[in-house]
């Protein structure tokens, strides 16, 4: 695998062979780390991190992974820069691009990141957009794979907001990794048309079986992994909230839809959750329409059936591969 001077901007650009093998090297890197071998092969280069949205995991990982290779880093955070507002996202990405020798961006719309690396001859990270978390779905890769032993044949099934960066990418990866992908729904959360015949393209290749349900037993019986987001992503209203919980609350992953999937079905969330009152969103949303929990309940998420810490600790391997392989000599 070869992927030296390569973007990382959604997984449709990657081959099975490409998006395993940075798996694999997610998996040497992060059994490295723990042996306590350095691996600061990258020392002398520094990366620009571009925030418009918050983050803990993303941020972080791609800080710590910087580090463990060697590298320096700067954060850009939502409104200290002049991206987008005083200087364009191409003179920027110009810019960055004579600095640094990678560019992470998170941000809205996927054609921003797109311009960024058309515009910058370094490689450039989709750190998440509205319609794609590539970084994210090669953690959810490894964690499944550490868990089961095995990406192909594993029915993930994805509920709530199915249309948004976490649900589409979880289509694609699922499509372009053999796995079985339903998404339960109300059917307007369904991934857009244009996407699921994408996705059914590459699944004719791969032998991945891509299908959806409006009925949440029926469409989670016999699952492996059930994956849930929050229902509100960052970006859109907060008028939003009335609606979506309208729509997604029987679609809330519960202990019943996990005893009905069966008993090794595991949980995933690419976090952070509303599963307590435990944060101000969390608060307002209980005094506002009474919920105690949203997309997952209390119990689900502390469970031992719940791998989300582990998934979440996979952010940083994962990213730290994406860096090497598309920056290493
Ligand atoms: N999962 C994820 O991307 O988390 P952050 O928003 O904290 O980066
Ligand atoms: N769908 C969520 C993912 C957060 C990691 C959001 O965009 O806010």
């Known amino acids: 695998m070869d992927l030296r001077g390569r973007d990382f901007l959604k997984l449709l650009d990657f081959s099975t062979e490409e998006i395993l093998g940075l798996v694999d090297l997610a998996a040497e890197l992060k059994d490295k780390k723990k042996k306590g071998i350095l691996h600061d092969e990258l020392r002398g280069k520094n990366i620009a991190l571009i925030f418009e949205k918050t983050s803990t995991r993303t941020r972080c990982s791609f800080e710590v992974a910087a580090h463990d290779l060697g590298m320096g880093s700067t954060y850009l955070n939502p409104t200290d820069s002049q991206i987008g507002k005083k200087e364009s996202i191409a003179d920027t990405a ?18 921003i990141v ?12 989709n750190g998440l957009t ?9 953690a959810d890769a490894l964690t499944i794979r550490e868990h089961f032993g095995r990406l192909k ?3 993930l099934v994805y509920m ?6 976490t649900g589409n990418s979880l289509m694609v990866l699922c499509a ?5 992908f339903t998404a339960v729904s109300n059917k307007k959360y369904f991934p857009s048309e244009e996407l699921i015949q994408t996705c059914r393209d590459i699944a004719k290749e791969t032998g991945a079986i891509i299908d959806f349900s409006e009925d949440a037993y029926e469409g989670t019986r016999g699952a492996d992994v059930i994956y849930t987001d929050i229902w509100v992503s960052m970006g859109e209203p907060d008028s939003i909230w009335e609606e979506r919980i ?14 009905n999937a ?39 998420f502390e469970s031992d059936r719940s791998i989300v810490f582990e998934e979440a600790e996979n952010r940083m391997h994962t990213i730290k591969a994406v860096m090497y392989a598309t920056l290493r000599k």
């Open 153 to 155: 044949g594993i029915h």
């Open 160 to 165: 709530g907001d199915a249309r948004y960066n």
């Open 176 to 180: 372009k990794l053999g796995m079985h």
């Open 94 to 111: 110009r810019v960055l691009a004579s600095m640094y020798d990678g560019i992470e961006y998170r941000g809205f719309e996927q054609e």
């Open 262 to 300: 069966g008993d090794d079905c595991v949980f995933m969330h690419c976090l952070p959750s509303f599963h307590d009152l435990n944060t101000g969103i969390g608060r307002q949303i209980k005094e506002k329409y009474g919920l105690d929990e949203m997309e997952v309940t209390d119990e689900v």
């Open 130 to 138: 509205n319609e794609f978390h590539p970084t994210q779905m090669l």
């Open 114 to 125: 797109e311009t960024i690396a058309k515009y910058s001859k370094v490689p450039v990270w």
């Open 246 to 259: 309208k729509d997604l609350e029987p679609y809330r992953v519960t202990m019943d839809i996990m005893n």
